[in-house]
């Protein structure tokens, strides 16, 4: 079982600095259905996740489980690149409409999205349902 951790506020430099995220609440009713992550190859096609939120600050602080029932179904590198309004998915770029899609589905607004990215990114968005990002 692999393990994601979420923070329960968002952290000090974003502009929703302190504010509860609600990724569980957002995660177990389906309104977040990814996440976006630093390019890894840790994450396979398959894998059983175990969802948890970090009690207190990230990185120093016990784990709370909230959910072991998800599996990875998709995979997608993703290169973000507001500066251009760009987003790559899959090597395919495309235009500012699609970031409203791709934040929705993380659980952020555009405000926030943007936020948490800043001007440039590459990573991988781990889903646990389908997105559909390949055939747009």
Same mark, same amino acid.
């Given at each position: 079982?692999?393990?994601? %951790?979420?923070?329960? &506020?968002?952290?000090?430099?974003?502009?929703?600095?302190?504010?509860? %995220?609600?990724?569980?609440?957002?995660?177990?009713?389906?309104?977040?259905?990814?996440?976006?992550?630093?390019?890894?190859?840790?994450?396979?096609?398959?894998?059983?996740?175990?969802?948890?939120?970090? %009690?207190?600050?990230?990185?120093?602080?016990?784990?709370?489980?909230? !959910?072991?029932?998800?599996?990875?179904?998709?995979?997608?590198?993703?290169?973000?690149?507001?500066?251009?309004?760009?987003?790559?998915?899959?090597?395919?770029?495309?235009?500012?409409?699609?970031?409203?899609? &791709?934040? =929705?589905?993380?659980?952020?607004?555009?405000?926030?999205?943007?936020?948490?990215? =800043?001007?440039?990114? =590459?990573?991988?968005?781990?889903?646990?349902?389908?997105? !559909?990002?390949?055939?747009?």
């Amino acid at each position: 079982m692999k393990v994601l %951790t979420f923070s329960k &506020v968002f952290p000090k430099k974003h502009i929703n600095a302190g504010e509860p %995220t609600n990724f569980k609440e957002k995660i177990l009713s389906g309104e977040k259905i990814h996440t976006i992550r630093p390019e890894t190859n840790k994450w396979k096609i398959g894998d059983q996740i175990s969802m948890r939120y970090w %009690t207190g600050k990230p990185y120093h602080s016990k784990q709370e489980i909230f !959910c072991e029932d998800f599996e990875v179904v998709e995979l997608a590198p993703i290169s973000i690149n507001f500066e251009k309004d760009l987003v790559t998915i899959y090597e395919f770029a495309y235009d500012l409409s699609l970031f409203h899609e &791709v934040a =929705k589905n993380d659980g952020l607004n555009m405000q926030q999205f943007t936020s948490w990215f =800043k001007n440039e990114f =590459k990573g991988v968005i781990i889903a646990w349902e389908n997105t !559909c990002y390949d055939s747009l």
